[in-house]
């Protein structure tokens, strides 16, 4: 399983991103994102499971950000709306070749893949 970040950038507050994650040789599973910034733990932002198209968010993006997918190119979107300077870290794609339970989600050795860091700042 090989995936691809991309999509992000310098945008100002209460702006918006759209990340996306192209995965290759996954059909099943979880597909997620996480964020870290120098100093911390790599924190969860959002999950979405392959099988059935559940999304799970983490409390500090809930209502903000939007995980979807498109089946047909096999890859996971993460639109981020309402932008905040605390957001700003590398936002890094993941995932589990499991269906991933919701207490699952926040533990990083749920997750079999990751793809290289995008980094994302919110400033003006």
């Known amino acids: 399983v090989q995936l691809q970040a991309s999509g992000g950038g310098l945008v100002q507050p209460g702006g918006s991103l759209r990340l996306s994650c192209a995965a290759s040789?996954?059909?099943?599973?979880?597909m997620g994102w996480f964020r870290q910034t120098p100093g911390n733990e790599r924190e969860f932002v959002a999950a979405?499971?392959?099988?059935?198209?559940?999304?799970f968010y983490g409390n500090s993006v809930r209502g903000r950000f939007t995980v979807s997918r498109d089946n047909a190119k096999n890859t996971v979107y993460l639109q981020m709306n309402s932008l905040k300077p605390e957001d700003t870290a590398v936002y890094y794609c993941?995932?589990?070749?499991?269906?991933?339970?919701?207490?699952?989600?926040?533990?990083?050795?749920?997750?079999?893949?990751w793809g290289q860091g995008t980094q994302v700042t919110v400033s003006s």
């Open positions: 979405y499971r392959l099988s059935g198209g559940s999304k």
């Open positions: 040789g996954l059909r099943s599973g979880t």
């Open positions: 993941a995932a589990s070749v499991s269906s991933l339970i919701m207490s699952s989600l926040y533990t990083l050795e749920s997750w079999n893949y």
